[in-house]
């Protein structure tokens, strides 16, 4: 099991709801990811690293992620 941050984001790119919890997997995390967010943007954090970012359409997109962008940095793990 993996720690990962899920980050919900608001239309704005702000952020809307932040989840932490062990996955068995990365695609473990991003189905709980596409599940929690209900079909708003959504990022997922293993560490320093965006393992996965959306658009509306659900497809993941090569630019930096809006969290990134935004200068919202991952917490710690404590």
Known sequence: ??????R???DNGSL???MTNDYIS??????AG?????GSLFEVWRG??????NDRDSVPYQRS???AQ???????LS
Request: hydrophobic share 40%.
């Open 1 to 6: 099991m993996q720690h990962y941050e899920i």
């Open 8 to 10: 919900v984001l608001k």
């Open 16 to 18: 809307s709801l932040k």
């Open 26 to 31: 990365a695609n473990a995390a991003i189905a």
């Open 34 to 38: 596409r599940r929690i967010s209900r």
């Open 48 to 53: 320093d690293s965006c393992v996965y970012a």
């Open 65 to 67: 992620p809006l969290g």
């Open 70 to 76: 935004l200068g919202i940095e991952p917490q710690p």
